[in-house]
């Protein structure tokens, strides 16, 4: 039976719960388009994303497809053109000046690629880890030596940056990021000038913090085994999520990572490239409703016999 018009309205006027809920981390939608001489780069096409809190997650995708302009948008230094960006209830967006420093504070930590960028060359380790606390007006010997010693580097405390290996650099700078006790660590490309087995013991240390100190943590990376290390790896492909990949224990312990496309709310998703050209798929597909799948067909071709 068709609704009254009154009924309508009360559906339209009724609270709707917002896209994403308690989500630790809303994207909604984000734009971000980049002006340079008169010429737009869409680096962000209406993006979604949600996060929980205690996730860890990878963000992986081409080189150019919108990963660090993600990551600065969260991270507060950098505002989307459009959209929703939303963390730990914070409005990214609309938030002001002061906020948005006190955001960059105390509710995010940031750990970048370059070894050298995050850690101050002339304060020991330790030291570094002391830093954001007393910068922030507080006391943080002790939680400095604690955070080094959950990240297996506490040996280490006395040496300065030029003294340690790319991976002890690099945790050290994860104990730096964590100093202020932050909701959410970003990471870009945290292993990105680092051998495999040392990048290894970088994830480890950030798996550690995410586990015994319930961060959410987010890693940006092109490395595509990065998917046996986190719960979770989101596929970017043209400033859009297009995949998800989730990582589950299978009955015999053996870990099993499966690959999904991501599936937006007014339903459109992006098909592998690989299988579009495979089947020499493009612009437009011929679809099917069957009671369990959806079929899509080149738009030339007949259904196989897949009924
Ligand atoms: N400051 C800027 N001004 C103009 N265009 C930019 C700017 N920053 C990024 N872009 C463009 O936006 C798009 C997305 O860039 P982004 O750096 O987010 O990609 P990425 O996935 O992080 O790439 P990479 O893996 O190479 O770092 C690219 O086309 C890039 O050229």
């Known amino acids: 039976m068709n609704p009254t018009l009154s009924e309508l309205e009360a559906q339209a006027g009724a ?21 340079t001489e008169g010429v737009e780069v869409v680096a962000l096409q209406g993006l979604d994303l949600l996060i929980d809190e205690g996730e860890l997650v990878a963000v992986v995708g081409a080189s150019g497809s919108g990963k660090s302009t993600l990551l600065n948008v969260l991270s507060g230094l950098d505002v989307p053109t459009a959209g929703v960006a939303r963390v730990a209830g914070m409005d990214l967006l609309s938030m002001t000046a002061k906020d948005r420093l006190r955001y960059r504070r105390e509710v995010v930590g940031f750990i970048w690629q370059q070894t050298a960028r995050n850690l101050l060359p002339y ?3 330790r030291e570094n880890a002391e830093l954001p606390v007393r910068l922030a007006g507080r006391r943080g010997k002790g939680r400095a030596m604690e955070l080094l010693d959950l990240l297996g580097v506490a040996d280490r405390a006395g040496r300065r940056p030029g003294e340690l290996s790319g991976g002890e650099q690099q945790r050290v700078a994860i104990a730096v990021a964590l100093a202020n006790s932050p909701q959410l660590i970003l990471a870009d490309e945290p292993t990105g000038e680092l051998d495999s087995d040392t990048s290894e013991e970088v994830f480890d240390a950030l798996r550690k913090a995410n586990r015994e100190l319930g961060v959410t943590v987010v890693i940006v990376t092109h490395d595509p085994l990065v998917a046996e290390q986190v719960d979770r790896t989101i596929g970017i492909r043209d400033g859009r999520t297009s995949s998800e990949t989730l990582r589950r224990e299978g009955a015999e312990g053996q870990v099993v990572a499966e690959e999904y496309a991501v599936l937006d709310r007014v339903g459109r998703l992006q098909l592998p490239r690989d299988f579009m050209n495979a089947l020499n798929m493009e612009r437009r597909v011929r679809l099917e409703l069957e009671s369990d799948h959806i079929g899509v067909w080149p738009a030339r071709e007949e259904p196989s016999g897949e009924q």
């Open 123 to 125: 304060l020991t380790a």
């Open 15 to 35: 609270p709707r719960a917002a896209f994403g809920g308690d989500a630790h981390i809303v994207c909604d939608n984000l734009v971000r388009i980049y002006k």
